[in-house]
């Protein structure tokens, strides 16, 4: 097993860095222009290390820089730090800062500010896991950071990258005010590529190049707009007609054929494997006649997840089989794929001991979905509604009119089914756990909301969560998906077809596993638009 | 004098009633389920249970809603609106942002429809069986019953994709940096396709109540006297019946305001116009209390100042109801 990892910052692993493809590298990137993205999601406020969530991680990730980033294929690659070194025994990682780097007022960044931001995120990202075994942040000088960890934690470098780890200025967020509502998330003085001109909230973020970034000649654009638009047909028509440059996390399959027929336009559906949208149906596992896994596993051997995925997804989505996306270096895809089986799901049925009665029922459940995104979640409710039925269960659909609504029944336990839309986070400790674990059942959302509980799940992920060594975490994680196919708390169902659509002479679009939530210092005109 | 006294009793009624539409708008999103901790944990992807109470107890939330609700009108008496629980920024500050946009898009349809209106009504009224009167019926009607959004997406496919003439969206281009008169015309470009389609709606009104009011007017004894004195047909219908026929309008035009800003909803969410209706919108979604609120009361002010403008107009176009009818 190797613990220490010295990568030295060159040009190649920054190229690398970026997930380029290749045959980009051969173009010569042009200096200058400016990219107008649009985007549904409506931030905050521009600081992610209190904010979780890709509202503000697209901004986010431009105004401030983190340690490290990732490429196309899940490995870390230098940013802020130029290079970094675990200790054998994977209780403390060595970072070394680049020299040259300053905040967007020209204060030099030092290692006094990676360890005020790793504390500061530690205490308000919501996302508890990331820093949880971090009990300190030692700065030996101004260049150099060791964490100290009370037990190993693989998931450290992916937590120091990207949208979860900004490196935010000591001398403005240290004032004493409560980080979480600093009147800096705002107007944030940050660290990385792009600085903030003007932030109209619900309407419009207007970012210009820092000249002073760190990397030589970085960025290559010198403005960055980000336009919110909130109704998804305005979006695609403002697309379709030159006014914006780039569309990412698009996931409407209407939207997605008109624009692939559009010229002028190109589009990807590479960089979505860091964040890991899954769409799925939860099942209350406490409530009967749910507590049953044979019930559980013959519902979804009644769900079609191809009629899903071609029909009323147009066949934008990919399909899901597991807890971990399918793209993730840990996915186990030997798992049970419950593909539909009516005849084994109406056996499971009479073998839980539900007849059917006289008018071919044999119970009632209700689902819920989340509102606002009809295609991934009411659309597929409502066609498991019609496929239950052929089973011989009853379904009532049960509307909400806002957000806040299904969160409030999901988060206290009043449902029998609901379909729910969680994303990985990268890695698994981030973003999967927290569905699994007994010691999570709480009433919260996108926490264990089914009450699910198996010790050896929670033996394994206890595991695997300290487990350095690659190949046995990669098999702890491969046993875990076996026990959860097995008794199906959730039945997966697709990967959100997210799609980054951009104006076809646009270069080095954002393909690493964090896609736009990571820095764009890379994007460039290939010609005038 | 006495019209100062009642603008002044108008004006006080204006206030009770903005206060009531706070009070029953604070019950009845309090009564909605969920709260905006939720919406701020969906935001996140999730968040622990301690971040809940603290979003919670930080906006107060955690209070009885009696004493929530009295904090909230101290506040608002010393015209403290409060601070967006979404945005964490003082909700006068994006009302003042978001007003003038909607002010511009309302006030812009309002004199297209009335403009329009009045002009298709008084060309109907003339031959009130014929082709051109029966076109403004049946152009009236269906401007009435199509809804707001899909005239403003079949605008926008028409006049922003299939024949590129104006934007799809926005109040100005993404792309303009500038001010001044490049700034002006700028927005006015985004200005036509919302303020027509928004217009549309209400023109059909002001077309079918001028046609009419005009077709009533036309038949009355001082037209035909004004006619027997040998007067022109400009004249007979601009200065003497137009001016009469025009009251009802006037009347309508008031009434219509606070349906023009509820119009406007739709329409600034359709061509993402960066106005108010829209952050009302928002807000209910979020559930941010404090910005709907805000937005109901400067809402429902400006509906008191535009009804209370109207029966002034009123009073200054027919002296009867100056006197009293004396």
Redesign the interface.
């Known amino acids: 097993m190797k613990l220490t990892r010295r990568i030295l910052f060159g040009a190649v692993a920054s190229a690398m860095a970026l997930g380029l493809a290749p045959g980009m590298l051969a173009a010569e990137p042009r200096q200058g222009g400016e990219l107008v993205i649009i985007s549904t999601q409506a931030p905050r406020h521009l600081n992610p290390a209190v904010q979780s969530g890709i509202a503000t991680g697209v901004p986010g990730t431009q105004i401030f820089a983190s340690l490290l980033r990732y490429d196309d294929e899940w490995n870390p690659q230098p940013y802020l730090a130029e290079s970094w070194e675990w200790a054998d025994d994977g209780l403390s990682l060595t970072v070394n800062l680049v020299q040259n780097a300053v905040f967007h007022d020209g204060e030099p960044i030092t290692s006094s500010d990676v360890a005020f931001s790793i504390m500061t995120i530690k205490a308000n990202h919501p996302f508890q896991t990331m820093f949880a075994p971090v009990e300190e942040v030692e700065t030996p000088d101004d260049h150099t950071a060791i964490f100290r960890l009370s037990h190993p934690h693989p998931a450290l470098l992916l937590a120091l990258s990207s949208a979860l780890s900004p490196i935010i200025p000591e001398h403005v967020y240290g004032d004493g005010q409560d980080v979480a509502n600093h009147p800096a998330n705002n107007e944030p003085v940050g660290s990385g590529p792009f600085r903030l001109v003007e932030f109209r909230p619900g309407e419009q973020i207007t970012l210009e190049r820092f000249d002073d970034f760190f990397i030589e000649g970085r960025p290559y654009l010198d403005r960055m707009i980000i336009r919110i638009v909130r109704d998804p047909s305005t979006l695609v028509l403002a697309m379709e007609a030159g006014e914006a440059d780039m569309l990412p996390y698009f996931s409407e399959s209407q939207g997605i054929r008109r624009l692939e027929g559009v010229s002028g336009l190109d589009f990807t559906t590479r960089g979505y494997e860091g964040i890991g949208a899954l769409n799925w149906l939860a099942f209350n596992t406490r409530r009967e006649p749910l507590d049953d896994v044979r019930v559980r596993q013959a519902i979804a051997y009644a769900v079609d997840r191809d009629f899903i995925i071609n029909a009323l997804h147009r066949g934008t989505s990919e399909p899901q089989r597991g807890p971990i996306i399918e793209s993730s270096p840990f996915f186990n895809p030997e798992i049970e794929a419950y593909d539909l089986d009516v005849d084994r799901a109406n056996a499971l049925l009479d073998e839980a001991g539900h007849e059917r009665g006289s008018d071919g029922n044999r119970f009632t459940l209700t689902i819920d979905y989340i509102p606002g995104t009809a295609e991934q979640q009411q659309n597929v409710a409502e066609y498991i509604r019609s496929q239950l039925r052929r089973v011989g269960i009853d379904v009532d659909v049960r509307a909400a009119p806002d957000f806040p609504t299904w969160a409030g029944r999901v988060s206290s336990g009043d449902f029998d089914l609901t379909m729910d839309l969680v994303f990985n986070w990268g890695d698994p400790v981030i973003g999967v756990h927290r569905t699994y674990l007994s010691s999570n059942i709480r009433p919260v959302i996108w926490s264990n909301t089914q009450g699910y509980a198996n010790e050896r799940v929670d033996a394994l992920l206890d595991e695997a969560a300290q487990e350095v060594d690659a190949e046995r975490r990669t098999a702890l994680y491969a046993e875990f998906q076996e026990i959860i196919a097995d008794e199906v708390p959730i039945y997966f169902l697709n990967v959100l077809p997210y799609h980054t659509f951009h104006d076809d002479r646009l270069s080095n679009i954002p393909v690493s596993i964090w896609g736009a939530m990571q820095s764009m210092d890379e994007v460039y005109w290939s010609e005038d638009r | 004098m006495g019209t100062i006294r009642y603008i002044f009793r108008r004006l006080g009624y204006g206030l009770i009633l903005m206060v009531g539409v706070v009070v029953l708008n604070f019950l009845l999103i309090h009564a909605?389920?969920?709260?905006?901790a939720?919406?701020?944990?969906?935001?996140?992807?999730?968040?622990?249970?301690q971040?809940?109470a603290?979003i919670r107890a930080?906006y107060g939330l955690d209070r009885p809603l009696p004493v929530q609700l009295g904090i909230y009108l101290a506040n608002i008496a010393r015209f403290d609106l409060g601070m967006s629980y979404?945005?964490?920024?003082p909700v006068s500050q994006?009302i003042g942002?978001r007003i003038w946009p909607t002010v511009l898009l309302v006030l812009t349809a309002q004199v297209i429809a009335i403009f329009l209106g009045v002009v298709m009504g008084v060309l109907a009224s003339r031959r009130p069986n014929g082709p051109f009167s029966g076109f403004v019926s049946v152009f009236s009607t269906v401007g009435y019953a199509a809804p707001v959004f899909w005239t403003g997406?079949m605008l926008?496919?028409l006049f922003?994709?299939i024949v590129?003439m104006f934007?799809?969206?926005?109040m100005s281009?993404?792309?303009f940096r500038g001010g001044g008169f490049a700034y002006a015309l700028n927005v006015a470009h985004h200005l036509v396709l919302p303020a027509t389609t928004l217009a549309i709606i209400f023109l059909a009104q002001y077309a079918r109540l001028s046609r009419a009011s005009m077709i009533e007017v036309l038949g009355a004894d001082y037209v035909r006297t004004a006619r027997a004195k040998g007067l022109g047909e400009g004249p007979v219908i601009f200065r003497h019946a137009l001016r009469n026929a025009v009251l009802p309008i006037l009347t309508v035009a008031g009434i219509q305001f606070g349906n023009l800003i509820s119009g406007a909803l739709l329409v600034e969410?359709?061509?993402?116009w960066?106005g108010m209706g829209?952050?009302a919108f928002?807000s209910?979604?979020r559930?941010d209390y404090p910005t709907l609120l805000g937005v109901l009361f400067c809402a429902s002010g400006v509906v008191v100042l535009a009804n209370l403008v109207t029966d002034l107009s009123y009073r200054l176009a027919d002296p009867r109801i100056r006197t009293g009818g004396r």
Do not use: C, K, W
């Open positions: 909605a389920p969920g709260d905006p939720e919406v701020i944990a969906g935001e996140m992807g999730g968040i622990t249970e971040m809940m603290d930080r979404y945005f964490d920024r994006l942002q997406l926008i496919i922003s994709v590129p934007p799809v969206e926005g281009s993404a792309r969410t359709v061509f993402n960066p829209r952050l928002d209910v979604l559930r």
